[in-house]
């Protein structure tokens, strides 16, 4: 059995490392297995350059028709997994057709890419960014290497920023106004906001303001919507009486929020809601949503 065993290792080593990658910043990154492992993080403009390191193994030779280097940008569908959408797709060629016999480096160089979509891992969809390498052997089965890396990009703050203010009726027994200090918010902004309770015949025993995350992936009879609740804050435990004000103050800094992705690649869109809940003492809910617009601001450093 020990030669069918040595059948299936592997021809040679492939290591992909990146030319600024100990200066970089590296950022979590989740893989298809589960695993969180870190990989650098890049901005769309960027020139992606590094090193791809080939080492056969001891006292074997690589015959191969050709190396090359892709950099891909990519849209799974969990619901069409393994099909994935190539937005976009670089290649550079590294080598001719011939044999290795020992440890080769080629470089390679990317410039100015644009990369206009983040990195997203989603519910039912993911979009990457990886760098492909492959060793093409033909009949003897090509070997292919793959390095993911993260991108972001950052929006400067909106010359617009309108509050919200709405109303919650219901009629001769609830009237609810409610105003929100604006209605785009960064990753790491705080919701400033305040209720008043004009009419209140109804007793209400509390009251919670969500925030919710909807991911809308395919078109048409296909399309799949996702509905995640990512923070519950508590407004109000007991009775509110007419004339009563409620203040708001929602860090954001703690959740996981991505910027609002509006239909990415006509395959995905990802929104965001303040949904406001409220509770009654015969336990009946009442709620009242309102669409905001997230973006990723850049930090200082």
Do not use: W
């Not at 910043?25 to 901005?43: A, R, Y």
């Not at 006292?59 to 940008?73: P, Q, R, T």
């Not at 296909?222 to 804050?233: M, Q, R």
């Not at 954001?252 to 509770?279: D, G, Q, R």
Request: glycine share 6%; with cysteine; charged share 25%.
């Amino acid at each position: 059995m020990n030669y069918l065993l040595g059948a299936f290792k592997p021809a040679c080593n492939v290591l992909i490392t990146f030319n600024d990658g100990k200066n970089r910043k590296q950022v979590p990154f989740k893989k298809e297995n589960g695993q969180t492992v870190t990989v650098p993080l890049f901005h769309s403009q960027e020139n992606i350059a590094g090193k791809i390191t080939i080492e056969p193994m001891q006292g074997k030779k690589i015959d191969h028709n050709g190396i090359k280097v892709e950099l891909l940008g990519q849209i799974e569908m969990y619901f069409d997994r393994g099909n994935f959408y190539d937005f976009t797709s670089l290649v550079r060629e590294l080598d001719v057709p011939g044999e290795i016999y020992e440890r080769k480096t080629y470089p390679f160089e990317f410039s100015t890419v644009e990369m206009p979509y983040e990195t997203y891992n989603g519910v039912n969809v993911r979009l990457r960014y990886v760098l492909k390498v492959t060793i093409n052997r033909g009949y003897a089965g090509s070997i292919v290497e793959y390095q993911d890396f993260v991108v972001r990009n950052y929006s400067p703050l909106p010359q617009i920023n309108n509050s919200i203010k709405m109303e919650v009726g219901i009629e001769d027994c609830l009237h609810i106004e409610f105003e929100y200090n604006k209605s785009k918010y960064h990753l790491k902004d705080v919701i400033i906001g305040k209720i008043y309770f004009l009419l209140v015949r109804i007793k209400i025993k509390n009251m919670d303001l969500e925030i919710r995350r909807r991911e809308s992936t395919g078109s048409g009879t296909n399309t799949h919507v996702e509905t995640e609740t990512l923070a519950k804050f508590e407004l109000m435990d007991g009775a509110p009486v007419r004339g009563e004000s409620i203040p708001i103050r929602l860090f954001l800094s703690p959740y996981e929020l991505t910027p609002t992705h509006h239909n990415i690649n006509n395959k995905f869109s990802v929104k965001y809601f303040l949904n406001l809940v409220l509770v009654d003492e015969e336990d009946r809910r009442y709620f009242k949503q309102q669409e905001i617009t997230m973006y990723r601001l850049q930090e200082s450093s």
